[in-house]
């Protein structure tokens, strides 16, 4: 096995199986390296959200549906990816119901500098 710390390989299988909680959860956090976390969520439909303090990543494993963001309506499928910026209201509506997505938060609180 290597070090989680150098490299690593994430399984969606593996990270799909620890969702299903006793408390219901939907979402498993699987790697956490200084300002990065990662995580598989299988979110509850609607999906709601509070803008968020650091830059996020979606990577649509399966499913579709539709991304509210700064003011639009973009249809998203498997394969896409979907990127927020830190602070940006945003939600999914109308997620299928085999939606599973992985989602990075990732550099400095209050986001990344656009160049």
């Known amino acids: 096995m290597s070090n989680p710390d150098r490299s690593c390989v994430i399984r969606l299988a593996e990270a799909q199986a620890c ?5 219901g959860e939907h979402a498993v956090s699987v790697f956490r390296r200084g300002p ?11 999906k709601q959200q509070a803008p968020h303090a650091q830059d996020e990543i979606y990577f ?5 549906g539709v991304l509210i963001h700064d003011g639009k309506r973009d249809m ?3 394969g896409d990816l979907l990127f927020v910026a830190a602070g940006i209201e945003h939600q999914m509506e109308d997620i299928s119901q085999d939606f599973a ?9 209050g986001g990344e500098v656009a160049i």
């Open 19 to 23: 969702i299903a909680g006793p408390a």
């Open 36 to 46: 990065l976390d990662v995580a598989l969520s299988v979110p509850l439909r609607p």
């Open 60 to 64: 649509i494993v399966r499913g579709s």
């Open 76 to 78: 998203f499928e498997s």
């Open 101 to 109: 997505m992985w989602r990075v938060f990732y550099g400095p609180t």
